[in-house]
C-alpha cells in the first residue's frame, strides 16, 4: 500500500480538498485542521497533499484534476514523499515489533515544539502533520501539542489526522477547524479496487469492498493481510451462536494466531466488532435480525463490543498472548 505521504491520488474527497484549497486562497486560514474520519478513508492521504501542495506555493489546480494537485514529477512532491522537506515536520506512533504502532513519543511532540519555533527554511510556509493523533498519552503529548495550538506561529499550518476525535483533549479540539471525511460508496470502492486489483475475482472485489466499510485504505490493508479469509472466520463464529463448541473455539484460535500476518489478530477481533455492530443495527430497526440476536439484550451485546474493543487494544499495546486474546474474545461472545 502505498505511502500517505506519497501518494498522488484522492478518491472520493474533492469536497475537502476543496474547502482547505479555498481555506488557503482566502488568505484567512485557520492555522489547525483536525481531520477526522474512519481508519483508511484517506485522512493522512489529504493532509499530506495538503501540506505539499502548500509547501510548493499553492499552484493553480489544472482542469479535471482534484483540488490541490501536484504532480509526482514535481520536486515538492518528490522531497515530500522522501520525508525530506525541511518546512516539513511529521509527528506518527512509532511502529513496534510485528507492525504494531505504537504511542505518540513525548521526545518526538518536543521536537515538534522546536520545529515551530524556527523559520521557515525556504521562506514560504511551513506544515506539521500529526497521524493518529489519538494514539497518545493525554497528559503528556496532547498537552504539548496544546502549547503548539494555543500560540501559532505565523504561515504555518498544523494537520491533526484521527480516527477517533472523541480521545482528544477539549481544549485541542476546540482550537482546531474540523474536516470530517465521509467513506466511499460501495461501488466507488469495488470500481477502485477493480482498478487496483485486477487480478482478484469479481466476487472477493465485491466481498472486500462491503467488509471494508467504503474505505480504500482499509480494503488494501486487508487483501494484503488474509482479510477475506479472517472474515470467513468471523462468519463461522456467528454462525455457531449462541453457545459455541469449546473444541471449534481453539480451533479458530489456532487458525488466526498461526498466519503469517503480524495484525491478524487485531483484524480478526476488528472484523468481529463489525459483524456485532452489523446485527445490532439491524435488530434496532427491526429488519432481519441475526439468528444470534436474540442469545442476548442488545445492551448485553453492546457491552460485548465495547469489551472487545478494549481486548484487541490491551493486547496490542501491552503485547499480551494472542491466543488467549481469541480465546476471551471468542469466551464472551458464547452463551454459557
Known amino acids: 500500500m502505498t505511502d500517505p505521504r506519497a501518494n498522488p491520488e484522492l478518491v472520493g474527497h474533492d469536497d475537502a480538498a476543496r474547502t482547505l484549497e479555498e481555506a488557503a486562497l482566502s488568505g484567512r486560514m485557520h492555522h489547525a485542521w483536525l481531520i477526522a474520519g474512519p481508519t483508511g478513508v484517506g485522512k493522512a492521504t489529504l493532509a499530506y497533499r495538503f501540506a505539499r501542495w502548500l509547501l510548493a506555493g499553492m499552484p493553480p489546480t489544472p482542469q ?61 510556509w511551513r506544515a506539521v502533520v500529526v497521524e493518529d493523533v489519538e494514539q497518545s498519552e493525554r497528559e503528556l503529548v496532547q498537552n504539548i501539542l496544546l502549547k503548539t495550538l494555543e500560540e501559532p506561529p505565523p504561515r504555518t499550518v498544523q494537520l491533526l489526522v484521527t ?99 503480524a495484525a491478524a489478530l487485531t483484524t480478526f477481533l476488528d472484523l468481529l466488532r463489525r459483524a456485532l455492530a452489523a446485527g445490532l443495527r439491524a435488530a434496532a430497526r427491526g429488519t432481519d435480525p441475526a439468528p444470534w440476536i436474540g442469545g442476548r439484550s442488545l445492551a448485553e451485546w453492546s457491552t460485548l463490543w465495547e469489551k472487545l474493543g478494549r481486548l484487541a487494544d490491551e493486547t496490542e499495546r501491552l503485547n499480551l498472548d494472542r491466543k488467549q486474546a481469541v480465546l476471551s474474545g471468542l469466551g464472551m461472545l458464547s452463551v454459557r
Not at 512532491?77 to 504494531?100: C, E
Not at 518536543?110 to 527554511?121: G, H, N
Not at 480516527?163 to 470500481?191: V, Y
Not at 486487508?222 to 473444541?247: C, H, K, N, W, Y
Request: glycine share 8%; aromatic share 4%; with cysteine.
Open 64 to 124: 479535471g484534476k482534484t483540488p490541490l494537485y501536484l504532480p509526482e514529477a514535481n520536486a515538492t512532491f518528490r522531497r515530500v514523499a522522501a520525508a525530506a522537506h525541511a518546512d516539513l515536520f511529521t509527528l506518527a506512533p512509532t511502529v513496534g515489533k510485528g507492525g504494531r504502532k505504537e504511542v505518540l513519543r513525548v521526545d518526538d511532540a518536543r521536537d515538534a515544539l522546536r520545529f515551530m519555533a524556527l523559520t521557515a527554511a525556504e521562506g514560504g
Open 163 to 261: 480516527s477517533a476525535p472523541d480521545r482528544l483533549l477539549p481544549t485541542i479540539r476546540s482550537r482546531c477547524r474540523r474536516l470530517d471525511l465521509a467513506p466511499l460508496s460501495e461501488p466507488a470502492l469495488t470500481g477502485l479496487l477493480t482498478r487496483w486489483m485486477p487480478e482478484m475475482g469479481g466476487p472477493d472485489r465485491l466481498r472486500l469492498a462491503h467488509i471494508a466499510d467504503g474505505c480504500p485504505g482499509r480494503a488494501l490493508l486487508l487483501a494484503e493481510g488474509e482479510g477475506l479469509a479472517l472474515q470467513t472466520m468471523v462468519e463461522e463464529v456467528f454462525a455457531g451462536l449462541p453457545r459455541l463448541d469449546p473444541r471449534r473455539i481453539h480451533d479458530i484460535a489456532d487458525r488466526v494466531t498461526t498466519r503469517r500476518d
